[in-house]
T-cell receptor, first 111, second 114 residues
Framework: DAKTTQPNSMESNEEEPVHLPCNHS???????IHWYRQLPSQGPEYVIH???SNVNNRMASLAIAEDRKSSTLILHRATLRDAAVYYC????????????FGGGTRLMVKP | EPEVTQTPSHQVTQMGQEVILRCVPI?????FYWYRQILGQKVEFLVS????????KSEIFDDQFSVERPDGSNFTLKIRSTKLEDSAMYFC????????????FGPGTRLTVL
């Protein structure tokens, strides 16, 4: 699987936007970009995924660079409940169902 | 909103004992998974299951592990003879599609092996 690189931690203020970066310079043409998050003492939670185009859903937006070598998860207005570890995961379209989690980015939200 | 449930939330067992961790996936999902997370470490894939068969498994999922869908709603993970290093959070997940574009994870079972 192609590798992703994320900062270990980030801080944000409540009610401000948060941009969580992910580098994936070895991404292949059929790798989907997935984002999950894990709140404290909970299981991972799906956030969003995309292939080439930017994506929006009720939780977040995913901005994918034109060359697809990086992507950014955007939380438009951080709340205290968004404090979690955010994982950027690549999944090859022809691969099975396994998700390979890395270390993720620990997002801390300050009131 | 439908959710994956897991029981028990915490299981304590003696080394060498058998444990069964239980999961109820989302009712219309057909693909089921187990992941685990050792304290302070990454979430690791164990196994995926579809149509009463294992479709993928990782190196962690050795002969000590087995999975079963004993009825129409439950999905279980059995560890035959637990080891100290099996202590971890075990997460069940399910998805509607074969390709896990959107996986739903349960809250986990904390397994402590003494």
């Amino acid at each position: 699987d192609a590798k992703t690189t994320q900062p270990n931690s980030m801080e944000s203020n409540e009610e401000e936007p948060v941009h969580l970066p992910c580098n994936h310079s070895t991404i292949s043409g059929t790798d989907y970009i997935h984002w999950y998050r894990q709140l404290p003492s909970q299981g991972p939670e799906y956030v969003i995924h995309g292939l080439t185009s930017n994506v929006n859903n009720r939780m977040a937006s995913l901005a994918i660079a034109e060359d697809r070598k990086s992507s950014t998860l955007i939380l438009h207005r951080a709340t205290l409940r968004d404090a979690a570890v955010y994982y950027c995961i690549l999944r090859h379209n022809n691969a099975g169902n396994m998700l390979t989690f890395g270390g993720g980015t620990r997002l801390m939200v300050k009131p | 909103e439908p959710e994956v449930t897991q029981t028990p939330s915490h299981q304590v067992t003696q080394m060498g004992q058998e444990v069964i961790l239980r999961c109820v996936p989302i009712s219309n999902h057909l693909y089921f998974y187990w992941y685990r997370q050792i304290l302070g470490q990454k979430v690791e894939f164990l196994v995926s299951f579809y149509n009463n068969e294992i479709s993928e498994k990782s190196e962690i999922f050795d002969d000590q592990f087995s999975v079963e869908r004993p009825d129409g709603s439950n999905f279980t993970l059995k560890i035959r003879s637990t080891k100290l290093e099996d202590s971890a959070m075990y997460f069940c997940a399910s998805s509607e599609a074969r390709v896990m574009t959107q996986g739903f994870f349960g809250p986990g079972t904390r397994l402590t092996v003494l």
